[in-house]
Antibody, heavy 116, light 110 residues
Framework: EVQLVESGGGLVQPGGSLRLSCAASGFTFRDHCMDWVRQAPGKGLEWVARSRNLGSGYFTEYAASLKGRFTISRDDSKNSLYLHLNSLKNEDTAVYYC???????WGPGTLVSVSS | QSVVTQTPSVSAAPGVKVTISCSGGSSNIGSNFVSWYQQFPGTAPKLLIYSNDQRPSGIPDRFSGSKSGTTATLDITGLQTGDEADYYCGAWDTSLGGEVFGGGTKVTVL
């Protein structure tokens, strides 16, 4: 059974940083494309970033509005996906989900709250 | 303002058929596969349809998807109270170089 579990969310001040993690199990992690998607309170889904698999050279892609502040990475030896969030703004407050295999499976999400 | 648009809400009685539309452009829906997701309040989205019209294992055949040009459609037949949720469409946008989601459609069962 595929399982994705995000962690690392919490309350952070504007301008701060955070690292989110996504622990994966139940599938061959290195073979799969992984994504981060976020959802602000009461709003719709917003794609954040993608990490392609080994076969695609671990190519990474980002939402244009976020590039430069967020960095996606993965450690296939730990079956883990990461999202580094820098220079956080109030509008980055959202639940952050990781998803595998072109959104076939989703984790329960982790809440990031940016506030002073 | 999303590049892919959905009707914000749909209401219908149990047992009827509901159609949700997702309108995009040539760089997203017009040239890439469309997926549909179901989301209940406080929970993660769940994949309902992928590759325009394919259902993952375990998804009832009451849910069906189709695509024509730059518009994708999700049909829910035999609407049930348990179908009351938000539904999102999504597709890769070749011009933007990223996944785009519709704004979501809230389905209410009367």
């Amino acid at each position: 059974e595929v399982q994705l579990v995000e962690s690392g969310g919490g309350l952070v001040q504007p301008g701060g940083s955070l690292r989110l993690s996504c622990a994966a199990s139940g599938f061959t992690f290195r073979d799969h494309c992984m994504d981060w998607v976020r959802q602000a309170p009461g709003k719709g889904l917003e794609w954040v970033a993608r990490s392609r698999n080994l076969g695609s050279g671990y190519f990474t892609e980002y939402a244009a509005s976020l590039k430069g502040r967020f960095t996606i990475s993965r450690d296939d030896s730990k079956n883990s996906l990461y999202l580094h969030l820098n220079s956080l703004k109030n509008e980055d407050t959202a639940v952050y989900y990781c998803a595998s295999g072109y959104f076939f499976h989703w984790g329960p999400g982790t809440l990031v709250s940016v506030s002073s | 303002q999303s590049v892919v648009t959905q009707t914000p809400s749909v209401s219908a009685a149990p047992g009827v058929k509901v159609t949700i539309s997702c309108s995009g452009g040539s760089s997203n829906i017009g040239s890439n596969f469309v997926s549909w997701y179901q989301q209940f309040p406080g929970t993660a989205p769940k994949l309902l349809i992928y590759s325009n019209d394919q259902r993952p294992s375990g998804i009832p055949d009451r849910f069906s998807g189709s695509k024509s040009g730059t518009t994708a459609t999700l049909d829910i037949t035999g609407l049930q109270t348990g179908d009351e949720a938000d539904y999102y469409c999504g597709a890769w946008d070749t011009s933007l170089g990223g996944e785009v989601f519709g704004g979501g459609t809230k389905v209410t069962v009367l």
